[in-house]
């Protein structure tokens, strides 16, 4: 499938495309520069988020889009209300303008970061954003919504957990996300049946997660990876210094900025 994948110079990004282009897919890139590391040949259109028209040109011409684009942490309202709500909007819109068939929103477990880590959520959680980030990624997934049920584009929104080389401290040992089996949740994705607007978590195959969807059975996702393999490595039970983020799914996020009485 041919694929616009906005944010193309980030860590995510360059872990997926060999791992895409393996899968049979063919990559259209975009970002606000161009990546270094992207061969001269490569299809690239440059485009701000924030820039409708170049958004919108960018999505011309692809069957899908795979929107990973945004300020991947927590920042001001302001930035964040540009880059990654404004910029959901545009990559929306210009997705249904140029009639392309879905739409694959990189969501964050920052959407659903002030569950206590006590409970196993599945794909009908209701956002509880931990931050301004997580709360544009549940933009995002209203968006999504939005746009399935008024203009019939197809999206899967990923609440996509640590999506990391391998599990560097505990709370990854239930957040851990793998590029192969993000690669093939993505795979997966894009060559669904009827895939309506979906949302699904982007984790691994860990034994702890805090997470269960129905995606083995819908979209026939089998993640390989577990980071159980690593709980033994150095670090990897230190809990967090804040009871808050140890106890909260989203981390560190949910501690910044925090002024409810304790
Ligand atoms: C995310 O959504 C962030 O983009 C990433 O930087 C990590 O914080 C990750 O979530 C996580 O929760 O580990």
């Not at 980030?10 to 282009?21: C, E, M």
């Not at 978590?201 to 026939?220: K, L, M, P």
């Not at 033994?232 to 900025?257: C, I, K, R, W, Y």
């Amino acid at each position: 499938m041919h694929i616009l994948m906005t944010g193309a110079g980030g860590a995510v990004a360059t872990a997926l495309t060999p791992r895409l282009t393996a899968l049979g897919h063919r990559l259209r890139f975009s970002d606000r520069v161009r990546p270094p590391g992207l061969p001269d040949d490569a299809d690239f259109v440059l485009a701000e988020l924030t820039d409708e028209a170049a958004v919108f040109r960018a999505c011309d011409g692809v069957d899908a889009v795979l929107h990973l684009g945004a300020i991947s942490s927590e920042d001001s309202f302001d930035r964040i209300l540009d880059v990654n709500i404004r910029g959901a909007h545009n990559v929306f819109e210009g997705a249904r303008r140029a009639g392309n068939r879905r739409v694959i929103f990189a969501s964050s477990n920052h959407a659903i970061g002030m569950y206590p880590r006590s409970v196993t959520l599945d794909e009908t959680a209701p956002p509880r954003p931990d931050s301004y980030y997580g709360l544009s990624k549940a933009y995002g997934e209203l968006l999504a919504r939005m746009y399935w049920d008024k203009h019939g584009l197809e999206s899967a929104c990923l609440r996509i957990g640590s999506c990391e080389v391998k599990p560097t401290q505990k709370r990854h040992i239930s957040t851990w996300l793998s590029h192969d089996d993000l690669a093939h949740l993505i795979d997966r994705c894009l060559r669904a049946e009827g895939l309506g607007a979906a949302i699904f978590y982007g984790v691994s195959a860990n034994e702890r997660r805090w997470w269960r969807d129905r995606s083995a059975d819908t979209i026939g996702y089998h993640p390989k990876d577990n980071a159980e393999d690593y709980a033994g490595l150095p670090g990897m039970q230190d809990p967090m210094p804040n009871m808050l983020d140890e106890t909260h799914q989203g981390g560190t996020f949910v501690s910044a900025n925090y002024t409810r009485a304790l």
